[in-house]
């Protein structure tokens, strides 16, 4: 590890420590010197200092009130104090105090050079800690979710609520909308970042595998149970468990579920003892509950205890202006991983994705367009590219959806017959996108360009074009609310 583009400040009220210092240190690291807090504060402020050495008394100053000071600060330095011999009882209070060590005077300078190193290679297995942590966030966090879509808003708004609660969700959707996903999101936003989540898949399993899945079982408990099991609700203690169909379930496994979530306690297959389990439960299902509570195939009481918060998945079909984000997503996602240059669609076969209804949802829409990434070898990927469904036109298209009806303060009117591609033009669509998100941000540009993901000139440009169209009474509208 190099060490000479480290920043280490020193901070001393006597010149002659400062300078020593400075010279035996400045052939390892990039030195700077402060006499006091305030010298030094500004360079914390300016500098992103590694490491920051200071000595205990400073004049008047405490050196514990400036390693305070540092370590409030967005990227706070590895703080060191320098403290006279025979004061290790303030040191060891500093390093309470969130300090990283500290070596008394008379200094040994190579000591210090040891513990300066040691605090450094610390600083940076932290930082890719926190990286490695980012880098979660942004696969299971929110951040994974794609969907700038108005549908989509009350999904995003509920997760952030519901997360850090322990309230039991339900999540409702058709196959293929992100119900796991948003499980996943739900778990890693829920503040315990260190609980496990585990899943049950439980239209996978028959009635007594099941019940011994979520409750484990006892040794000999039925034909089979030749060891004793922990059961999932107990793996799960602490953390969250996920119940994927839960409409699958039978009655009599609904009744110990109820139980379970209702008591938080369970007793495992061919045992008596109560176990206390700390479990927070996500569900999700495809299925329609309220009918099924009304032809009795899922117990109420279950229902209403799942039901605490629940979320709707829409359907893609009902949120097309999602359908460029997601397929711009898939493309990258799919073009690294067959270790491909950045293809792109042609705009025919962007139109047939915008057409099609999506029965399969987002998990449909992804595997198209890995289809169309391994079939495209050069160029734009075209509708020969993409999977036969989508190919010949005569099949489950429907009308244009993007995004017809009332949407924010405007009406949008739908274009385009059943069948005719021909009269979408990608411009016009585009112009609608600015237009919802200068609605969305209430005719603020800026806003509006972050949230299309384009420079705030673009939006300019784009603007301008709208004006052209004719388009710009709503945008003037837009301008004064
Ligand atoms: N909004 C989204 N953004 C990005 N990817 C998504 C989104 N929604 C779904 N996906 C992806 O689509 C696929 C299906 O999602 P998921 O498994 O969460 O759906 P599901 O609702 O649980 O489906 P099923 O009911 O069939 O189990 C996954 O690969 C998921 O990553
Ligand atoms: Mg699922």
Not at 31 to 60: C, F, H, P, Q, W
Not at 224 to 239: H, K, L, V, Y
Not at 286 to 301: A, H, I, P, S, Y
Not at 404 to 423: K, L
Request: proline residues 3%.
């Amino acid at each position: 590890m190099d060490f000479f583009d480290k920043i280490v400040l020193i901070v001393d009220d006597e010149k002659h420590t400062r300078d020593g210092l400075r010279m035996s240190l400045e052939d390892e690291f990039d030195i700077y010197v402060a006499a006091n807090i305030r010298e030094a504060a500004e360079i914390l402020k300016s500098e992103s200092v590694d490491v920051m050495v200071t000595d205990l008394r400073l004049g008047g100053e405490s050196g514990m009130d400036l390693i305070e000071q540092a370590l409030s600060i967005p990227h706070p330095p590895v703080c060191l104090l320098m403290t006279a011999f025979g004061s290790e009882d303030i040191a060891v209070e500093a390093m309470k105090r969130g300090a990283y060590d500290y070596v008394s005077k008379p200094l040994n300078i190579d000591e210090l050079e040891i513990v300066i190193k040691r605090a450094i290679k610390t600083r940076s297995t932290e930082s890719e800690v926190e990286a490695l942590k980012a880098q979660v966030d942004k696969r299971f966090g929110l951040e994974s979710i794609i969907g700038n879509s108005l549908a989509m808003q009350p999904v995003f708004e509920t997760v952030r609520q519901v997360a850090p609660t322990r309230a039991t969700v339900l999540i409702e959707g058709e196959s293929g909308t992100g119900k796991e996903l948003i499980s996943k999101a739900i778990h890693n936003l829920s503040g315990r970042p260190r609980a496990k989540m585990v899943t049950v898949h439980c239209a996978a399993l028959s009635e007594q595998l099941l019940e011994s899945e979520l409750f484990g079982h006892e040794r000999g408990s039925f034909t089979g149970a030749t060891e004793r099991r922990i059961g999932r609700f107990e793996e799960a203690n602490g953390g969250t468990l996920f119940l994927d169909e839960i409409g699958e379930i039978d009655l009599s496994t609904q009744v110990k579920l109820l139980r379970a979530i209702g008591e938080r306690t369970i007793e495992r297959l061919g045992s008596n003892k109560t176990i206390k389990v700390d479990v927070r439960v996500v569900c999700a299902t495809n299925r329609n509950l309220v009918q099924m509570v009304k032809e009795g195939t899922f117990r109420d009481d279950l229902y209403f205890r799942l039901n605490v918060v629940s979320i709707t998945m829409p359907p893609l079909r009902d949120r097309k202006e999602d359908i460029v984000l997601l397929v711009d997503a898939f493309l990258r996602e799919f073009c690294d991983e067959n270790k491909k240059k950045r293809l792109e669609l042609t705009t025919e076969a962007m139109q047939r994705l915008l057409a099609y209804n999506w029965p399969g949802n987002v998990r449909e829409l992804r595997t198209a367009i890995e289809h169309g990434v391994v079939m495209c070898n050069a160029g734009k990927i075209g509708i020969r590219h993409l999977p036969p469904f989508l190919r010949d036109d005569s099949g489950a298209h429907e009308q244009l959806l993007l995004p017809s009806g009332q949407r924010g303060n405007f009406e949008i009117e739908s274009t385009g017959g059943s069948d005719d591609f021909t009269d979408l033009d990608l411009a016009r669509m585009e112009q609608r996108y600015i237009l919802i998100a200068l609605d969305r941000t209430k005719g603020n540009r800026t806003e509006a360009a972050k949230l299309l993901g384009i420079s705030r000139r673009t939006m300019q440009r784009k603007i301008k074009d709208l004006e052209e169209a004719g388009e710009l009474p709503i945008v003037e509208e837009l301008r004064k609310n």
